[in-house]
């Protein structure tokens, strides 16, 4: 067997180093063909590490605060955090891919120094899976606030996420749909338009057309994309309702006898509701376009999400998402050379 | 007293005539300054109308369909339908405000031709009210889906929204957020960077700075605002998770004998919480920049939400909002031709 090997950033997170190493020890228990390192301070790691089967630590000197102002510097003046040592474990090929829930603009900012990006993809892009009401989720990009994209970037991205849809998600015919204020051809903003055109008439995956957001939970397609700021906002917003829904319902079921009552026996249900909207339950979001896949689990991860993390990483690297994106590239790199 | 003369589009809306009529005798009997002037179908409307109290019926020949596809047309080869009666009484001045739940394209669309735009706004926008968890409701603008805005068009926007959250809403100090994809100055696109250094510099209203979309339900402002594409991607989300978490929530209470009856005994605080995200509760979504108030209620409205737009429309006729903003907007216009 092929060992799948996962470098772990141990002390990033809210609830560092605990919760992560629980999630990587039921990783190993549930998953037969991987290895993790952890990259994390020893004395600390050590307390929750009741075994180390196909477990190893590697020391570091360094966390990034979870609200850290200068990302690009922490990342740069710690060579030996945590985060760093992960991310720069891919590129000596010590390790297949990386996952942390460390603070998101430093694995991002790291990531592009440390991993950097597959050779011919133009803009990487943050992929989070969105619920969904059947409970398959959907993914989501570019999340990552990115606003400088060309319709030939988001082309690459839908790809990419095509190719993630088919092998990690198996979706037999992963369906992309591009978000915008009205489902017609010719809505949007110029951008818009111009990736209406350009997906209309690519064979690289099926194109549904424009998707607008009232159907974020039911979508008619398995892949949702704008630009870096549109999806952003989309996903915050999404947050946003999850959360004051919650808390509205939370309130309610409160404010009399019979609504705690009512809770009480609907325990379950609640739960499950409470579950449905929790990124937790589907995994991290993937950093698109780099030389090799780096997972962000939420900075919020119990060990059953961070497990899900590494869950997604194994199968995004056995199932050779990067290899496949990577030679699609490389091809029509080579085939634009020829055109010139 | 001064009689506030309500022109209601009596035909348009998913259950029209029935519950506008309903919705219109619910509103002369709880706002005693208002007279309504039903246009429509007088054979349609009469079974419903059981008092003709400050109530009068002007017959009308059309209804646009609720999808009508090319409602500029629509509006323009049916000026006797119930919609383009509604609203051209306006600038003859036979009504002071409009409320329709007929179809919203067509309604901006005629608005803008048979209403016409207050003298030297620029940009009309489209302002619905969007639930908070505290119940009080936030403005949003410009859910219009308007592409083509400036900061100076957005100024105004928020001034009309801070004159509305004052003398409606009775928000002591209106303050206003700019919806952007990060909390800290600098963030978004030019647009935000140019709105944000305006904003900041202006004594129309407080501003607060740049506000996440994960606190669209207890952002720190009574008004959010972006341009018409990302406002109305916000306001579609929010709609699309409500409607998704409704449906999850509903399909795991029934899922089992306890989630059943307890939802059963909870059903007044589930009640409740479903009220708290439906638009009925709030109002209508309003059209800024008109030569006089628009009111655009859910096509999907029953008697109480229909009621309530009249209530909204009342209100901004009663408490002079048009003619402030006006005001306003032609001092400043004669302020910028004094700089020339």
Redesign the interface.
């Known amino acids: 067997m092929n060992m799948i090997r996962i470098a772990v950033d141990a002390m990033g997170g809210d609830y560092a180093p605990k919760e992560q190493v629980h999630g990587a020890m039921l990783a190993i228990e549930k998953i037969k063909d991987i290895e993790i390192t952890l990259y994390g301070e020893k004395s600390k790691i050590e307390p929750f590490l009741t075994s180390t089967e196909r477990i190893k630590i590697v020391e570091s000197d360094y966390v990034i605060d979870m609200g850290e102002k200068n990302p690009i510097r922490a990342i740069k003046e710690h060579p030996n955090g945590s985060m760093a040592l992960a991310l720069a474990s891919l590129r000596k090929q010590e390790n297949d891919a990386v996952v942390s829930s460390g603070a998101t603009q430093a694995l991002i900012a790291g990531a592009h120094i440390l991993v950097r990006r597959m050779p011919g993809f133009k803009r990487t892009a943050i992929a989070p899976m969105i619920?969904?009401?059947d409970g398959r989720g959907t993914i989501l990009l570019d999340a990552g606030?990115n606003?400088d994209i060309r319709p030939e970037h988001m082309l690459q991205q839908a790809y990419f996420a095509a190719v993630v849809a088919k092998e990690v998600l198996k979706r037999e015919k992963p369906v992309v749909g591009l978000?915008n204020?009205?489902t017609e051809e010719g809505k949007?903003?110029d951008i818009d338009k111009e990736v209406f055109t350009l997906f209309k008439e690519t064979d690289l995956f099926e194109f549904y057309g424009n998707v607008?957001?009232?159907?974020?939970?039911?979508p008619p397609c398995d892949i949702l994309i704008s630009d870096g700021?549109?999806a952003?906002?989309?996903m915050?917003?999404?947050?946003?309702?999850?959360?004051?829904?919650g808390?509205?319902?939370k309130r309610?079921?409160k404010?009399?006898f019979?609504?705690k009552?009512?809770?009480?026996?609907?325990?379950?249900?609640?739960m499950?509701?409470k579950k449905?909207?929790s990124p937790e339950e589907i995994g991290g979001a993937m950093i698109y376009g780099l030389y090799a896949p780096v997972i962000k689990a939420q900075g919020a991860s119990k060990a059953y999400g961070f497990y899900n993390g590494i869950r997604q990483a194994a199968d995004v690297v056995r199932s050779e998402v990067f290899p496949k994106v990577a030679k699609y590239v490389a091809e029509t790199n080579e085939l634009s050379k020829n055109e010139e």
Chains 1, 2 share one sequence.
């Open positions: 619920p969904s009401i606030g606003l978000i204020i009205g949007g903003r607008e957001p009232k159907s974020v939970m039911n700021f549109t952003n906002i989309v915050k917003t999404m947050e946003g309702v999850a959360k004051g829904m808390e509205i319902l309610e079921l404010s009399s019979t609504g009552l009512g809770a009480l026996l609907a325990k379950k249900s609640l499950n509701f449905s909207m």
